[in-house]
C-alpha cells in the first residue's frame, strides 16, 4: 500500500502511535510485575539471598538475546510480525514462570524470566517503530510519547501484585504465580492489539516510499551503518553509556541507603521517583530533541547525569540527598535515551535502521546488564563513593566523545 509522504502520513502515524501506547502498557503488566518480584522469586526459589537478584539479570540478558533477532525480523518483514512475536514469546514465557512458581522450580523459573526479556526488547524496539513514518521535526516527540507509556506499565505492574493473589486463587496456584498470569494476559492482549491493528506496518511503507523492500537487510550491515556515520556513532555511544550509569548506581543506591538506615518504604519511593525521572518528562525531552536539536539534549543528559554522581558523593550519607540524586538519574538518562535514539534513526538510512536500532538495543541492554554487575564489585570493593564518581566519569567522556567526533566530523566534510 502506497501513502503519500504528506498529509497522508498524518492518520497511520496517529494510529501506530496510539496501538504502540496501548501494546506498552498492556504489556508492561508482565514486565512491571517481573521486575517487581524478582529478586523475592530469585531468593525464595534458590534459599538463599546470594541468587536473590539473577532473575532481574535474567530478564535484562533476556532482552540483550532477543533484540537482534527481532531487529533482524522488523527489517525482513516488518514492525508488525517482529514486535507480536516478541510478545507472544514475553507471553508464553510469563507462563513459565507461573507454572515455576506455584511448583517452586528455580531453573524453569529463570527459562521463562529469560523469555519475559524479551518483552522489554518489544518496549525497546516500540519507540522506533513511532518514528517510521514520523517527519524529522516530529520524530523526537513521537518517540518519547511512547517512551512515557512504559511509565505506565512500571507504575500498574507492581500494583497488580494483589489482584493477582485473586487469580492465582482461580486456579489453586501460589499467590505469587498470580500477578505473572495477569502479564501473560497483559502481553497477549499487547500482540492481539499489534497483530489487529498495525496495518498499514509503518516500517513497510517507509521503506516503500524510500524506494526500498522488505529484502532482509543483515544485522552487519546496520553495525556499518552506525560505524561510518558520525552522528550515528554518538547517537549509540549517548544511549549505551547513559543506559551503563544509570542501571550501575540505581542497582546499588537503595542497597547503599538501607545500609544507611533508610526505612524499606523510603527505598521503595526513591525507586519510584527515580521511574517518575526516567519516563514523566519524556515528552518533553523529545519536544527538546525537535526544537533545540539532538545534540544539544544529549549533551544536557550527559551533564545532569554528571551532577546526580555528584550529588550522589557529596550527599552520600544524607537520605534526601540520595533520593535527589536518584531523580536526577532518571532525568539524565531521559534526555540523553530519547535524544540519541532520535538521532540514530535520523542517521541512518531506511533499508538498514531496523538492524541499526536492534544493534543500539542490544548494546544497551547488554551494558546494563555489565554495569549491574560491575557496581556491586565497586561498591564490595572500594564503596559507593567509588560508584558514583566513576560513573561520573563515564558520563563526562561521553559527553567530550560526542562534542570531539562531530568537531571531527565537521572538519573532515569542510576539507573535502
Known sequence: MKIDVASDRLAPQRRTIVLLCVAQVLAGLSMGGAL??????????????????????????GAAAAGLPLASLAAGRGRRPALTTGLLIAGFGTLIVAVAVDRGWFALMLVGMAAVGS????????????????????????????????????????????????????????DLSGPFLVGAAGCFGAAAVLFVGLRPDPLVVALGEAGGSRTKVSLAEGF????????????????????????????????????????????GLSISAHIAGMYALAPVMGLLADRA?????????????????????????????????????G???????????????????????????????????????????????????????????????????????????????RRRTAMA
Open 293 to 329: 536539536g539532538r545534540i544539544p539534549v544529549i549533551l544536557g543528559g550527559q551533564a545532569v547525569l554528571v551532577v546526580s554522581c555528584v550529588i550522589g558523593f557529596v550527599f552520600a550519607e544524607s537520605q534526601t540527598g540520595l533520593v535527589v540524586a536518584l531523580v536526577l538519574l
Open 119 to 174: 518483552g522489554s526488547a518489544v518496549s525497546l524496539q516500540a519507540r522506533f517503530a513511532a518514528t517510521d513514518l514520523s517527519s524529522a521535526a516530529t520524530r523526537g516527540r513521537d518517540l518519547s510519547l511512547v517512551v512515557w507509556t512504559t511509565m505506565v506499565g512500571a507504575v500498574i505492574g507492581p500494583a497488580v501484585v494483589p489482584l493477582g493473589a485473586t487469580v492465582a486463587g482461580w486456579f489453586a496456584m501460589a
Open 331 to 409: 532525568v539524565g538518562w531521559s534526555a540523553s535515551t530519547v535524544a540519541a535514539s532520535t538521532l540514530l534513526t535520523d542517521s541512518v538510512d531506511t533499508a538498514r535502521r531496523a538492524p541499526a536500532q536492534g544493534v543500539s538495543d542490544t548494546s544497551m541492554s547488554l551494558a546494563g546488564a555489565a554495569a549491574g554487575a560491575v557496581a556491586g564489585i565497586v561498591v564490595g570493593t572500594f564503596g559507593y563513593a567509588a560508584l558514583v564518581l566513576g560513573a561520573a566519569v563515564v558520563a563526562v567522556v561521553t559527553a567530550a566523545y560526542v562534542v570531539l567526533d562531530g568537531v571531527r566530523d
Open 224 to 267: 556499518s551503518a552506525i560505524v561510518h556515520s558520525p552522528p550515528a556513532r554518538a547517537a549509540m555511544a549517548a544511549v549505551v553509556s547513559a543506559h551503563a550509569v544509570m542501571v550501575g548506581v540505581m542497582a546499588l543506591t537503595p542497597v547503599h541507603m538501607h545500609h544507611g538506615g533508610a526505612s524499606v518504604t523510603l527505598v
Open 36 to 61: 517487581a518480584l524478582g529478586a523475592i522469586l530469585g531468593e525464595e526459589l534458590s534459599g538463599t539471598d546470594s541468587l536473590a537478584g539473577l532473575p532481574t539479570t535474567v530478564v535484562t540478558l
